[in-house]
């Protein structure tokens, strides 16, 4: 594997802002990928960077450090359905992607 | 309806029994992946193709086998189902631009007795 590693499981709070965090050993890769997927359903692609920096899309924000080794997804205004797990992949030569084994997410009201 | 479907949704079959699940799209991509995800391990790539006439091998292929029947259709087999074969199959397509996302099929969920 990449070694893509997330916490297994994280809990905030209704209108609350939480990061999800994604650390990986691995190089060469062209992208690294955010996708949610609720309990029982396909994943869905969230955001991407192929360059370092913060990439905005509404309420989800995700991060690059290439130099650091992690990537973050950062939820904003966090909303009940908001609650799912988050997965991190890194992309190589546009046709292999490696999952990490996500990060189930808990809102509360 | 859905751009990527999967048949069946769910399926229970027996050790040892071939199975084949299917996978077809309209989103008219090129390039289609089989995954299977267990609980803890998040989603391993089985197979993978670019076009009807490629065939590459993921990270965990052994027990599996795929045929690319079409641009739409990517169907993987079980030739000889075992219980640790039990798990959740996605299939997925992307296309051919600079930065590839993918779109998943709903998904099936096999269980091997």
């Known amino acids: 594997g990449q070694n893509i590693d997330q916490p297994t499981e994280m809990t905030a709070t209704e209108g609350a802002i939480v990061q999800i965090n994604c650390t990986y050993q691995t190089s060469g890769f062209n992208g690294l990928f955010w996708y949610q997927q609720h309990a029982g359903e396909a994943p869905t692609f969230l955001s991407y960077?192929?360059?370092?920096g913060l990439e905005e899309k509404g309420r989800f924000s995700s991060f690059l450090s290439r130099s650091k080794g992690y990537s973050y997804l950062l939820l904003k205004e966090l909303q009940m359905k908001d609650s799912a797990s988050y997965l991190c992949?890194?992309?190589?030569?546009?046709?292999?992607?490696?999952f990490g084994s996500g990060t189930k997410l808990n809102v509360k009201p | 309806d859905a751009d990527v479907t999967q048949t069946p949704r769910n399926r229970i079959t027996k050790t040892g029994k071939r199975i084949m699940l299917e996978c077809s799209q309209t989103?008219?991509?090129?390039?289609m992946y089989w995954y299977r995800q267990d609980p803890g391990l998040g989603l391993r790539l089985i197979y993978y193709?670019?076009?009807?006439?490629?065939?590459n091998k993921g990270e965990i292929s052994d027990g599996y086998s795929v045929s690319r029947q079409a641009q739409a259709k990517f169907s993987l087999s079980l030739e000889s189902a075992i219980p640790n074969q039990t798990a959740l199959y996605f299939c997925?397509?992307?296309?051919?631009?600079?930065?590839?996302?993918?779109?998943f099929g709903p998904g099936t969920r096999l269980l091997v007795l």
């Open positions: 992949a890194v992309g190589y030569n546009f046709n292999k992607f490696y």
């Open positions: 997925a397509t992307s296309d051919n631009t600079a930065v590839e996302t993918q779109y």
């Open positions: 193709s670019f076009d009807v006439k490629d065939i």
């Open positions: 960077n192929v360059l370092d």
């Open positions: 989103k008219g991509h090129d390039r």
